[in-house]
């Protein structure tokens, strides 16, 4: 059992380092999501590959903006230190992650439902797509039950399976680069594959940091003195 005496628990290299990789990680869709936003905000030429982004604009810039905040507001969720020494700030921000990871899942599922496929994507994909968003949508309900019934251990683990779903993109720009530079753009079966490939590895990279991680830190009370 580890005693904290009292004060604010000391920084670590761990505070600095995981939120710093996690964002690294995601930098490639927060870059291509503001560059669609400005695509948005003054006007391109409309082609088949953005012509439904034009057509139904809400659902994709509440996507792009939810996943730059939740990315990045959640990263700092990971500094174990930081977490500690801010309890005020980690309540706060939690309610704005669990409100952007609803959007950043019910818009997914919005537009995979409803918004024209490209070329590249097919029933494969598009199946796999809805799996995601509703074990991302679920995993958050379950989070915020968990710590309505003060369970820290389940919602710790819930809002951890949600980020990994959620930032699946920041990963599958890593698994289909490879391909793309060997081969050029993945058809729809090799994209569905590289794409899922991308959600498995944070799945289990999350169910590894759960069963492996930080655990909570017990506070030593001293025992009042008996006697008069």
């Known amino acids: 059992m580890t005693e904290i005496k009292g004060g604010r628990p000391p920084s670590t290299?761990?505070?600095?380092?995981v939120p710093a990789a996690l964002i690294l990680l995601i930098a490639i869709p927060v870059v291509a999501g503001i560059v669609r936003l400005t695509q948005l905000a003054v006007g391109v030429e409309i082609t088949p590959s953005n012509a439904?982004?034009?057509?139904?604009?809400?659902?994709v810039v509440a996507h792009i903006v939810g996943v730059?905040?939740?990315?990045?507001?959640?990263a700092f969720?990971?500094?174990?230190?930081?977490?500690?020494r801010?309890?005020?700030?980690?309540?706060?921000a939690g309610r704005v992650l669990i409100v952007c990871g609803l959007v950043v899942a019910l818009s997914a599922l919005w537009m995979t439902l409803f918004y024209p496929r490209p070329d590249d994507?097919?029933?494969?994909?598009?199946?796999?797509?809805?799996?995601v968003g509703s074990a991302m949508a679920a995993s958050i309900v379950l989070g915020f039950a968990a710590i309505r019934r003060r369970d820290f251990a389940r919602h710790r683990a819930w809002m951890i399976r949600a980020y990994a779903l959620g930032?699946?993109?920041?990963?599958?720009?890593?698994?289909?680069l490879p391909w793309i530079l060997t081969a050029g753009p993945p058809g729809r079966p090799d994209k569905a594959v590289l794409m899922a490939a991308a959600w498995?590895?944070?799945?289990?990279?999350?169910?590894?940091?759960?069963?492996?991680?930080?655990r909570p830190r017990r506070l030593r009370i001293p025992a009042r003195a008996s006697g008069p």
């Open 167 to 176: 930032m699946g993109a920041g990963t599958q720009a890593l698994t289909q």
């Open 86 to 92: 801010n309890p005020a700030w980690h309540r706060k």
């Open 13 to 17: 290299r761990a505070d600095r380092l």
């Open 68 to 74: 730059i905040v939740y990315g990045v507001l959640g």
């Open 77 to 84: 969720q990971f500094a174990p230190g930081f977490r500690r």
């Open 121 to 131: 994507v097919g029933d494969l994909l598009s199946g796999i797509r809805l799996v």
């Open 52 to 59: 439904r982004f034009f057509a139904s604009p809400v659902p």
């Open 200 to 214: 498995l590895i944070n799945v289990l990279v999350a169910e590894w940091i759960i069963r492996t991680g930080e």
